[in-house]
T-cell receptor
């Protein structure tokens, strides 16, 4: 069975600072991993996905994530935070029938 | 633009009064999912359709039912809503089943039970 763990339910950064959201996975097979963002009262939007083609994955809005098998990690980063990045971020791993197992989410706060 | 549409965005129902939430998609995807998301929690999968094939999650209460009359539409029926069913309900689609296929989400319907 697959699972993901997101470390830190809340992360606060200053505008312009580095964003680092942590995700560790557990999977008995090579994982397919996703990061989604959710703005208040909205659905989830795909930021990026890892499907084994490249370990460094670039997504929308300047986000990227690096797959590290040795660390079973798939952390999300952005070099410079913007106020519009404030949202809930979910890491997820894909299982049978494309079913996603989500982490518990990390709420990103961006301050001036 | 191809998209996933959910109606209504906000729904208020009374305790025990049946309610139906609607989802439609213009992506022509084979798979449609329904999730329940409570405040500050991750989405929880209720069931999904692969084409016309219905797949229920083991822990989804019998109070929740679904219909998919055609490729484009999928409905979530809550037969007797309780206060604990107040949540955001998310519809999602996927082109096909398989590990690499991402899901596309609608904006959600926020259900309030009074």
């Amino acid at each position: 069975a697959q699972s993901v763990t997101q470390l830190g339910s809340h992360v606060s950064v200053s505008e312009g600072a580095l964003v680092l959201l942590r995700c560790n996975y557990s999977s008995s097979v090579p994982p397919y991993l996703f990061w989604y963002v959710q703005y208040p009262n909205q659905g989830l939007q795909l930021l990026l996905k890892y499907t084994s083609a490249a370990t460094l994955v670039k997504g929308i809005n300047g986000f990227e994530a690096e797959f590290k098998k040795s660390e079973t990690s798939f952390h999300l980063t952005k070099p410079s935070a913007h106020m519009s990045d404030a949202a809930e971020y979910f890491c997820a791993v894909s299982g049978t029938a494309s079913k996603l197992t989500f982490g518990t989410g990390t709420r990103l706060q961006v301050t001036l | 633009d191809a998209m996933v549409i959910q109606n209504p965005r906000y729904q208020v129902t009374q305790f025990g009064k049946p309610v139906t939430l609607s989802c439609s998609q213009t992506l022509n995807h084979n798979v449609m999912y329904w999730y329940q998301q409570k405040s500050s929690q991750a989405p929880k999968l209720l069931f999904h359709y692969y084409d016309k094939d219905f797949n229920n999650e083991a822990d989804t209460p019998d109070n929740f039912q679904s219909r998919r009359p055609n490729t484009s539409f999928c409905f979530l029926d809550i037969r007797s809503p309780g206060l604990g069913d107040a949540a955001m309900y998310l519809c999602a689609t996927s082109r096909d089943r398989g590990l690499a296929y991402e899901q596309y989400f609608g904006p959600g319907t926020r259900l309030t039970v009074t």
